[in-house]
């Protein structure tokens, strides 16, 4: 029997990646993982991230790592706390270049084995409750055009979760205890969101 091919993956990111208050196991990309084991046997799967980290601090972050040199898929999902902290747009669209750039050196310079996903619309939470929830969806609306631009730019694959992070308002089962992060529930449907693009990255060998 042919053999399964196995490939490294690493992960780049915030909460949202490190699955604040969830278990590993219900992380997006360990369940991206699980739902792509039959077609790619994943080997290696490494991850950059915690909360709180906004796209500078994910940048040193990844300097600072010790990580190998190559991997078959890189993913970024980053930005949601430079829009917390009501940091510039502008200093977004160069911090989150580079870190494209950063991403790819990963994978020999070749951005289509990039794979980005949008920032998650953390207005839905019971946390945002007293908050803003109209303005905190336009902020991370501008952000994510920001971060689609550039996926364009440099040919990166785009897996846009937002609207799946804003369509379940009433569900408190896509919420985490802490009541801010999302649900390993929820994670399940972003990777679900992300599985075709993986494989198309992961069975593309240029």
């Known amino acids: ?23 590993e196991s219900e992380r997006w990309s360990a369940q991206l993982i699980e739902l ?57 669209r160069i911090d989150f270049q580079q870190l494209l750039k950063t991403a790819a050196n990963f994978t020999s310079g070749n951005f289509q084995h990039v794979m980005v996903l949008s ?13 803003d929830r109209t303005q905190i969806a336009q902020e991370i609306d501008a952000f994510n055009m920001i971060i ?11 897996v846009d979760i937002t609207p799946i992070s804003r369509a379940y308002p009433t569900d408190v089962s896509m919420i985490a205890e802490d009541g801010l992060h999302f649900s390993g529930k929820m994670y399940a449907l972003w990777a679900n969101a992300a599985k075709k693009k993986a494989l198309q990255v992961l069975k593309n060998d240029n």
């Open 1 to 23: 029997m042919e053999k399964t091919p196995t490939k490294k993956i690493l992960a780049l990111g915030d909460s949202y990646t490190i699955g604040e208050s969830v278990l």
């Open 36 to 92: 792509i084991k039959d077609e790619i046997q994943v080997s290696k799967h490494d991850i950059v991230a915690q909360t709180g980290w906004t796209t500078f601090e994910l940048q040193d972050a990844i300097v600072a790592h010790k990580l190998d040199s190559h991997y078959d898929l890189v993913s970024l999902l980053i930005g949601v706390n430079n829009q917390y902290r009501g940091l510039s747009k502008d200093d977004f």
């Open 119 to 131: 920032i998650p619309d953390w207005g839905v939470s019971p946390f945002a409750s007293n908050r």
């Open 148 to 158: 689609k631009e550039e996926c364009q730019k440099y040919h990166v694959s785009f």
